[in-house]
């Protein structure tokens, strides 16, 4: 298994939190998502992308306009951080890679982290956005839901939030490394602790209680997507690297979706960490998977 030099900066940005983390058990809150900050370091600006702050919804965001987008067709990008840290400047450029290999406009939420805002704050956030695209005008089917990590499960959870409430769906869901397991109880989580550069068990343990509070159930469906009914979802593509602890978040998620009838793209890329595209612009392998979700979504 063999990546290219640029994808191994991606590790390394990991271990060198890991080792801080562990350095400070005690880190604040307020540390803690400085540092996770640093995760617009491995991305590339894009090129011609453009940004614009707004408010929709309530929800402060960042609009990420490639010039030569279908301005009708927008991806609602919730950011990775275990539903406490990253932020819409941590993750912008990615979006603006995502959205230019999509050839559609993008915004990227700063929604209401934990533990401040525990669950459902997050989705309340996103469902309020997703309706305030809609009464600008964006066609539902014109809207992909996308996001990474934490922000992965979100981009699916709302989607079953909107379902639930009888909302018209987006066309499409991507997720990047989506973290869906509540409960930590999958094979690679222990099969790949020692390639994982970032998570382990201890750090989404101490995430989903943040995340959860003191009322919520791992195993809520809309907390836990991995026990949703995926009857009538719009089409998915997940994205996992071979060697995370979260991969079998997206294989588990892969079955059920299938088996529910779901039109579902899974790509699994060897030696790459979690939300590998995050490299975008730098790594070669990162390029390769995003123009991969483009040729997706334009099929």
């Keep these: 298994m063999t990546i290219s030099a640029e994808a191994s900066y991606l590790e390394a940005l990991y271990r060198d939190w890991t080792g801080r983390m562990a350095a400070d058990p005690q880190m604040s809150i307020a540390m803690l998502r400085s540092l996770f900050d640093e995760w617009h370091q491995p991305t590339l600006e894009p090129e011609g992308v453009t940004y614009r702050s707004d408010t929709l919804g309530g929800v402060e965001g960042i609009w990420a306009l490639p010039v030569e987008a279908d301005t009708s067709k ?10 406490a840290v990253g932020s819409a ?13 999509m050839g559609a406009i993008a915004l990227v939420l700063d929604y209401r982290r934990a533990p401040e805002h525990p669950f459902p704050a997050q989705i309340e956030d996103a469902t309020a956005v997703y309706r305030a695209l809609l009464e600008r005008g964006y ?5 992909v839901t996308a996001g990474d990590s934490a922000g992965g499960n979100l981009a699916i959870s709302t989607v079953l939030k909107l379902r639930e409430d009888g909302t ?22 222990v099969s790949n602790a020692a390639t994982d550069g970032l998570v382990s068990r201890e750090i989404l343990e101490g995430m989903s209680g943040m995340f959860l509070g003191e009322t919520s159930k ?9 026990y949703a009914d995926y009857t009538g979802f719009p089409r998915l593509y997940l994205t996992a690297g071979s ?3 979260l991969l079998d978040n997206s294989t588990r998620l892969a079955d059920r979706a299938t088996a529910a009838g779901v039109d579902v793209t899974l790509s699994v890329v060897d030696g790459m960490q979690h ?11 990162a390029d390769a998977e995003l123009a991969r979700v483009g040729a997706w979504y334009r099929r």
Excluded: C, Q
Excluded at 74 to 83: C, D, K, N
Excluded at 89 to 101: D, M, N, P, T, V
Excluded at 168 to 189: K, Y
Excluded at 275 to 285: K, M, N, Q, S, T
């Design 74 to 83: 927008v991806v609602l990008y919730t950011h990775g951080g275990g539903f």
């Design 89 to 101: 400047a941590s993750h912008r450029k990615l979006a603006g890679h995502l959205a230019k290999a």
């Design 139 to 143: 066609a539902s089917g014109n809207i």
């Design 168 to 189: 018209a769906l987006p066309g499409a869901v991507v997720a990047f490394s989506p973290w869906l397991d509540m409960e930590h109880a999958g094979d690679t989580l």
């Design 218 to 226: 791992p195993d809520d469906p809309l907390a836990n997507p991995l």
């Design 243 to 245: 060697v995370e602890t």
């Design 275 to 285: 939300v590998f595209p995050i490299l975008a612009g730098r790594a070669p392998e």
